[in-house]
Structure formats: structure tokens, C-alpha cells
């Protein structure tokens, strides 16, 4: 058996300590790797070798769970599917992702993004519930394709740290709550939207949106936000014309 | 629980950080261009209303090279403003589904694209076969 080549690559990391530091400060390292370490391995390698106090989530090693989100040389990625050898000879630049306060090196605060995920009703409003008794709700397969890829997201935030709207307002949802809000009113089950138009019509709903787009661009799992956000200030528009035209009809406002 | 002690990073300079926002930008500032030539077509339009002899004096004032130069510079602006907005139809529609199938992204660009160069032409061959 051949054994995997052995290289070095520098590894330059945010770290911030809170408390200690007042700003954050860069650190460096040489990092020894093999063609098949991801970004996460090298962090790994310093944390067990080099440092161990530097800080960063992780957990499924797959492109899962979404929590080793960062920005790598100033792009937001998952660490675990990056590849430090795409780096060579140049080196790599951690930090943690954009837009979020930082906690601690490279993990950041989700406390808010995580709290627009809630707002947005994100579960299905059956118009009328089904008991047991009546079985599973049905879908036709054209009527799962309408809402499949919205429902991939991971919660990894990339979309957020990709999003300049949302880093000069936080207030503005964001990409993936509004992706995830779309989700379930695209479902042919759900029959919710009227509920969830007041989040969609809001100053800092789908119109904080400017189609920048970057955050369809760094999504992972093949979400489009952007298409999600967009569509539904048409939507917001019809619905606007609807209570003017007809201020007592039905929907929502 | 207390909240976390946190450090904000700054936002300023944003769009400087990466190829992505820079066009962006691009995209977005090449609509001064649309606005200067929405102002000059308004100018024209107030100069009709004086009479013939002040439509003919801005028509003079437009025919100068520096004008003409001017107007190139726009027309190229505005069609890649118009261009950049067509890339981005797709994201404002729904899926459209035909015979089954979804329409891709690049036929709605294409669509888009094709409509607005024939529109165009049709206009240039109304004028220039009035």
C-alpha cells in the first residue's frame, strides 16, 4: 500500500476570546495534510496538536447538520465539504461566518437566526386536520416538487453571512426563514399562507430583499432563497392590489 | 440565561469583499444611466411642448458628437442593466411546468432576452421605415 502524501498548508484562523480580547486577532499555523482532509479535519489537527483552545462547531462530518458554516478566504462554506488541498500553495483564511456576532473564535451567535426559523409558522395549517382514522395526507409527485427543494435547507446560516441586506439590518428576516416560510405555503397540504402574508408583507419581510442573490449561490443543499424571496413580493403585490380592490374580502393583511 | 459577550465585525466596505457583490454593484449603478436618458427623453418631451422650434433646437443640441458619444455610452449601459435583470427573471417566478416538465432557468432568461431584442427592433424598423 502506497501511503498518502504528506504536504503543509498554513491555516490562518479569526480567534476571539470574550473577556480577553477587545477585538478579534488572527493566528497562524502549518498544518500537516493528506489530498483527503476537508477544512474541518485541519481545524481538528490544530485543536488536538497545536491548540487546543480553539473553538468551532461541528458534528455530522457530512454536510448534514450545517453547524461548521464559516467564511473561507471571505467565502461562506461548510468546512467539512471543503477540501484544504484546493488551497495549495496559497494557504487558507478562517473566520467565522459574516453578518452574526462572534461568540468565541469561530463560532458565532445564532440566537436571532434561529428565532426568525420560528416565526415563520414553519408547519403545516391543514385547512382541516385530518383524524388518524382518515390516514396519511396524500400528494400527487408534481405537488411535492413544488415545495421538495425548499424543504433541503439545513440551517447552516450561509445564506445569512452571504446576505449584505441582512448584515446591514438584522431586523430583515432573511433568506432562510423566507425559503423555509415558502416551503410550507407551496405544500399542496398547507393552507396557512393567509397566516404567514403579514411576515411576507413587512417592511423587513420579502422587501429588505434587493436580489443580490449571493445567497442561492453559496447555499449547500441546492436551496435558491432568492427565488423564494422574490416570487413572493409578486405575491405580496397581488395581495396588496386584493385589499385595495377589495378591503373586506378574504386573505390576510 | 445572560446573553453572550459578542464581538459585531463592521459591514462598511462590504461590497468590496468579493467578485459576487461587486457586480452587484455594477448591476445596480448602471441604472444612473437609465435615469439620465429617462431625463433627457422628458427634456425632449418639454421642448415639443414649447413648439417646433425648441424641439428642433434640442434635436440640434443631441445631433453634437460629445451627445451622440454620450448616448452610445448609455445605450450600452442600459442594455447590460436590462441584460442583468433578465438573468435574474427566474428568481421572481414560480415553477413553470410545460406538458409535465419544468421550464429551465436559462429558456425564462432566453425568453426574456428574445422578446426584448425583437420589441426593440420592431421600434428601430418603425422608425426608420415611417
Redesign the interface.
Known amino acids: 500500500m502506497v501511503e498518502p502524501r504528506t504536504r503543509n498548508i498554513r491555516i490562518e484562523c479569526l480567534r476571539?476570546a470574550?473577556?480577553v480580547?477587545a477585538?478579534?486577532r488572527m493566528q497562524a499555523w502549518d498544518v500537516p495534510f493528506t489530498d483527503d482532509m476537508s477544512v474541518l479535519q485541519g481545524l481538528q489537527y490544530i485543536k488536538d496538536h497545536l491548540d487546543g483552545s480553539v473553538t468551532f462547531r461541528w458534528s455530522c462530518r457530512m454536510a448534514v447538520c450545517g453547524s461548521c458554516g464559516m467564511q473561507i478566504n471571505?467565502?461562506p462554506k461548510l468546512a467539512c465539504e471543503t477540501f484544504l488541498r484546493e488551497y495549495m500553495p496559497a494557504g487558507i483564511r478562517v473566520e467565522p461566518l459574516?453578518?452574526?456576532?462572534?461568540?468565541r473564535d469561530l463560532v458565532i451567535?445564532q440566537s436571532d437566526f434561529l428565532a426568525k426559523l420560528e416565526s415563520v409558522r414553519p408547519y403545516l395549517i391543514p385547512a382541516v386536520p385530518r383524524t388518524l382514522a382518515e390516514g396519511p395526507y396524500r400528494q400527487t409527485p408534481?405537488e411535492m416538487?413544488?415545495y421538495y427543494q425548499y424543504s433541503q435547507c439545513i440551517n447552516c446560516a450561509l445564506c445569512y453571512a452571504a446576505c449584505?441586506q441582512y448584515?446591514?439590518n438584522a431586523k430583515f428576516t432573511g433568506p432562510a426563514a423566507l425559503a423555509l416560510l415558502h416551503r410550507y405555503n407551496?405544500d399542496s397540504r398547507d393552507a396557512g399562507k393567509a397566516q404567514r402574508m403579514e411576515i411576507i408583507n413587512a417592511e423587513d419581510g420579502v422587501w429588505g430583499c434587493?436580489?443580490?442573490?449571493?445567497c442561492?449561490?453559496v447555499c449547500p443543499k441546492g436551496v435558491?432563497p432568492?427565488?423564494a424571496v422574490?416570487?413572493n413580493?409578486?405575491e405580496s403585490t397581488k395581495d396588496y392590489f386584493r385589499h385595495l380592490l377589495m378591503p373586506r374580502g378574504s386573505g390576510s393583511r | 440565561m445572560s446573553a453572550p459577550h459578542t464581538y459585531t465585525r463592521p459591514i462598511a466596505g462590504w461590497w468590496r469583499r468579493n467578485p459576487f457583490y461587486r457586480a452587484y454593484i455594477v448591476r445596480e449603478m448602471t441604472c444612473v444611466a437609465v435615469i439620465a436618458y429617462a431625463l433627457e427623453l422628458l427634456v425632449g418631451l418639454a421642448r415639443l411642448a414649447q413648439g417646433p422650434e425648441a424641439f428642433e433646437t434640442w434635436l440640434a443640441r443631441l445631433a453634437r458628437p460629445w451627445a451622440i458619444v454620450l448616448n452610445c455610452v448609455a445605450l450600452l449601459l442600459i442594455a447590460f442593466h436590462a441584460w442583468t435583470w433578465f438573468e435574474v427573471m427566474p428568481k421572481t417566478l414560480p415553477f413553470i411546468n410545460v406538458g409535465g416538465r419544468r421550464v429551465p432557468d436559462r429558456a425564462i432568461v432566453a425568453a426574456g432576452a428574445i422578446a426584448a431584442v425583437l420589441a426593440s427592433l420592431l421600434v428601430l424598423f418603425a422608425f426608420l421605415y415611417r
Not at chain 1, 459574516?98 to 461568540?103: E, S
Not at chain 1, 434587493?210 to 449571493?214: A, C, D, E, I, S
Open positions: 476571539y470574550p473577556g480580547d477585538a478579534p471571505g467565502i459574516a453578518h452574526f456576532p462572534i461568540v451567535d408534481g416538487d413544488a449584505p448584515g446591514m407551496a434587493t436580489l443580490v442573490g449571493y442561492s449561490e435558491d432568492a427565488r422574490n416570487q413580493k409578486i
